[in-house]
Structures are given as C-alpha cells and as structure tokens.
C-alpha cells in the first residue's frame, strides 16, 4: 500500500499514540510544532520530519509564516492530510487544507468546532438546547439580554480551549468594566447564562459521518471551578446502559451530525439543568479530549481514542474499510491535581483498581478501573481526601484582560 505523508500540527505536547499508530500503519509523519517544545519526548521512532514555530504567545503562531512556510514543504513534498492535535491547532489546519486544497474540514466547518458563538448559534439553530446567550459586538443587544436574563452570567472568549479566560459575572455594573477592559477584544467573547448543574463529557470517533465509538461521563469538579479555585480534577464514566448515557448519545449525535463532522474524533460537553434536569449543549471540538481523558476512556472501554483516529484517518486516505472493537463495560475514575512535589509518592495510593499512575511533574495523576460503580466513586472520594489534606498546590488563574 502506496505510504501517505501526514503533516501534524501541534501547539502542545501530545499525540504520542496518534503518530505512533500511523507510523505503524506505513505513513511518512511530518510534525509542526512550537520552538518552545523541541525538548520533549515526541515519537521521534515515528517521525520522519519536523519543523518549528516561534510563538507569538502560548499557542499562539504568526499564521501568515505558517501558510509560507507550508508552501516550500509542498515543493518536494505532496501531502495527504493535515491533522489537528490540539484545540488551538484547529483553526491552523483548516488553513492550511483550504489554501493548498488538502481534503478534510475546512474553515467554515471549523468554526463550529472551535468558535463558542458560532457553535452556539448552530446548536440554538437545529433546536438543540443551549444556555441564553448573546454577541457582546453591540451596547443594545448586551443591555436587552442583560434585562431579560437575570444575574449571575459568564463572559467567555469564543476560541480559548477548556475554561480558560471564563469569568463570571454577578452585576450590569461589573459586566460594564470588564466589557471595557477588553477594549480592542471585545469581538472576541460572549455573554452566557449562568447554568448551575452536573457538566459531562462524550468522547466519540465518526466515520463517514457514523459515529463508530462513544464515552460519557461526569466531571466530579466542574472544569470552570477547578481552573478558577483549584483544586481536584476528577471525572468518571457513565454505564453504557444507564439513562444518562443514552442521553447524552442521542444529543451527541445531534450535534455532530449538524455540525457536519465527518470523520475523526471529538470531545463535547453538555450540563444537566439543576433546576429543570434538561440537557444544554456547552460546547465541542474536533479533537481528542485533554486532561488525560483519553486514559480514561481507554480504561472503560479497552479503546485507544488516538490510536482509533489513527486507523480512521489511515482508512480514508487509503479508501480501506474501517470497524473497531466493541467497548468493554468497564466504568474508569480519573483525578489530576497539581501538587507541591516534582514527582508524587504514589504508594499510598495503591490498590486493585488503581491501573494508571501518570507521570506529570508537579501533579499527581491516576486512573482506576473497576466492575464496579461505587467503587470507582469511593477510591475517587478517598484520593481527593488526601490529596486535598497532605498534597494539593493551588495556584492562581492565569493573568487575562477579564482577570488582571
């Protein structure tokens, strides 16, 4: 079979599986990365090229330097597919496979995966329900949702990944000053209702616009708290069979299937009303979910997200067929907190179901896999405990314009 050059394209640390599983599959992989991480232990065994970025500011590349220097590559080189590896990546590769007519999403399907305003609209638009929002772009809009929709409500960049730059806001008075403390960025947020309730997570690989694979599960700590608080990270997988994972997979589907995702795999998040127990759409991204989930999932379920989205992307590029094993019915707990300690003693934390002690410096990180529910709910509650009491190292949220 004829090899393939897959270009990857990563701000961040990660998708060791996703280029090792292509290396396997007889592909040529050419890496893009920042400057800033050439020290890091990337499959070099498996890739072949790579070349660096200077960064503008974290994650962040001149995309103008980018398109430029993509062009000479293509000189000697024809590349078959462009892939994101990270959240902020997304928007990069859509670029480039629009400028160089390489196949695979382009930048207005993009713009659903990564946009929160566009994903929102998008949702709102194919009766999939969503949290009240609004543009922030005009003074009269702002001030009529603002008397519509009571306080608290969360001010949110439209492109940052995770709960980065998020801020709630409790009065007119305060969304005022830090609509003003945007300035020039202003564009770049939007204004949302305040949903207090249980945030989940699905994990899903599509295929030919079938989706092939789905893990949901519950964040123990919202995301949001954790960023902003500190704190402990945690999350646990649902039963395949509960009422919660079949609902969670029947809007899943709504949303991918709207969106017009074809093929790869995504991380989407919804929230459970508190005060209704309706489903909310928050947002999605066509990637693999951060925070050690894919350990998670692969945990629960014996599937490899990254290594599945390997063999998908292989298939198309190779018009082979594609199937993937069923899931295991396990259920898997994960918790991250950052810590005082370069490396944690993990011994205390040993037992039957802890099967993952990640190697993350300054954090402690572990997966634990079970039969059983409340055991995972029970180790995950024990940890917490004594990672909170002997462990835990807050540190401020990130200096932004909303927080500054």
Same mark, same amino acid.
């Given at each position: 079979?004829?090899?393939?050059?897959?270009?990857?394209? !990563?701000?961040?640390?990660?998708?060791?599986?996703?280029?090792?599983?292509?290396?396997?599959?007889?592909?040529?992989?050419?890496?893009?990365?920042?400057?800033?991480?050439?020290?890091?232990?990337?499959?070099?065994?498996?890739?072949?090229?790579?070349?660096?970025?200077?960064?503008?500011?974290?994650?962040?590349?001149?995309?103008?330097?980018?398109?430029?220097?993509?062009?000479?590559?293509?000189?000697?080189?024809?590349?078959?597919?462009?892939?994101?590896?990270?959240?902020?990546?997304?928007?990069?590769?859509?670029?480039?496979?629009?400028?160089?007519?390489?196949?695979?999403?382009?930048?207005?399907?993009?713009?659903?995966?990564?946009?929160?305003?566009?994903?929102?609209?998008?949702?709102?638009?194919?009766?999939?329900?969503?949290?009240?929002?609004?543009?922030?772009?005009?003074?009269?809009?702002?001030?009529?949702?603002?008397?519509?929709?009571?306080?608290?409500?969360?001010?949110?960049?439209?492109?940052?990944? !995770?709960?980065?730059?998020?801020?709630?806001?409790? !009065?007119?008075?305060?969304?005022?000053?830090?609509?003003?403390?945007?300035?020039?960025?202003?564009?770049?947020?939007?204004?949302?209702?305040?949903?207090?309730?249980?945030?989940?997570?699905?994990?899903?690989?599509?295929?030919?616009?079938?989706?092939?694979?789905?893990?949901?599960?519950?964040?123990?700590? &919202?995301?949001?708290?954790?960023?902003?608080?500190?704190?402990?990270?945690?999350?646990?997988?649902?039963?395949?069979?509960?009422?919660?994972?079949?609902?969670?997979?029947?809007?899943?589907?709504?949303?991918?299937?709207?969106?017009?995702?074809?093929?790869?795999?995504?991380?989407?998040?919804?929230?459970?009303?508190?005060?209704?127990?309706?489903?909310?759409?928050?947002?999605?991204?066509?990637?693999?979910?951060?925070?050690?989930?894919?350990?998670?999932?692969?945990?629960?379920?014996?599937?490899?997200?990254?290594?599945?989205?390997?063999?998908?992307?292989?298939?198309?590029?190779?018009?082979?067929?594609?199937?993937?094993?069923? &899931?295991?019915?396990?259920? !898997?707990?994960?918790?991250?907190?950052?810590?005082?300690?370069?490396? &944690?003693?993990?011994?205390?934390?040993?037992?039957?179901?802890?099967?993952?002690?990640?190697?993350?410096?300054?954090?402690?990180?572990?997966?634990?896999?079970?039969?059983?529910?409340?055991?995972?709910?029970?180790?995950?509650?024990?940890?917490?405990?004594?990672?909170?009491?002997?462990?835990?190292?807050?540190?401020? &949220?990130?200096?932004?314009?909303?927080?500054?």
């Amino acid at each position: 079979m004829e090899e393939k050059i897959i270009v990857c394209i !990563s701000c961040y640390y990660k998708g060791y599986d996703f280029m090792d599983e292509m290396k396997k599959l007889g592909n040529k992989i050419i890496l893009v990365t920042s400057e800033s991480l050439k020290e890091k232990n990337w499959p070099w065994h498996a890739i072949d090229e790579v070349f660096y970025m200077p960064e503008l500011k974290p994650s962040v590349w001149n995309l103008e330097h980018l398109v430029q220097g993509f062009s000479h590559l293509m000189k000697t080189r024809k590349v078959d597919a462009v892939v994101a590896l990270d959240d902020y990546d997304v928007e990069k590769a859509a670029l480039i496979r629009e400028t160089f007519r390489i196949p695979g999403m382009g930048q207005t399907t993009h713009r659903y995966f990564r946009d929160k305003l566009a994903m929102r609209q998008k949702a709102k638009d194919s009766g999939i329900n969503v949290p009240e929002f609004t543009a922030v772009f005009n003074d009269g809009e702002v001030d009529a949702f603002t008397e519509k929709i009571p306080a608290p409500w969360v001010l949110k960049p439209r492109s940052e990944a !995770s709960s980065s730059g998020i801020k709630k806001i409790t !009065s007119k008075e305060q969304l005022r000053k830090a609509l003003e403390a945007l300035g020039e960025e202003r564009h770049l947020f939007l204004l949302e209702s305040f949903k207090p309730g249980d945030v989940y997570h699905v994990d899903s690989l599509t295929f030919n616009r079938e989706i092939v694979f789905t893990s949901a599960s519950r964040y123990l700590a &919202p995301p949001m708290q954790v960023s902003h608080e500190g704190g402990v990270f945690r999350s646990k997988t649902l039963g395949r069979y509960s009422e919660e994972f079949k609902a969670l997979e029947d809007i899943n589907a709504q949303v991918l299937s709207n969106f017009g995702l074809m093929n790869g795999a995504t991380h989407t998040e919804f929230i459970r009303g508190k005060e209704d127990g309706k489903w909310y759409f928050l947002e999605t991204s066509s990637r693999v979910g951060g925070a050690h989930i894919p350990d998670l999932v692969e945990a629960s379920s014996g599937i490899n997200i990254w290594r599945e989205w390997a063999k998908i992307e292989d298939a198309l590029l190779k018009n082979k067929k594609y199937s993937i094993s069923p &899931p295991t019915g396990y259920y !898997s707990g994960l918790i991250v907190a950052l810590i005082k300690d370069k490396e &944690p003693d993990y011994s205390q934390f040993e037992c039957e179901e802890a099967v993952k002690f990640l190697p993350i410096e300054y954090h402690i990180g572990i997966v634990y896999k079970s039969g059983d529910e409340d055991i995972i709910q029970e180790r995950l509650d024990n940890a917490a405990e004594k990672i909170h009491a002997e462990m835990l190292n807050i540190m401020p &949220p990130k200096s932004s314009k909303l927080n500054s």
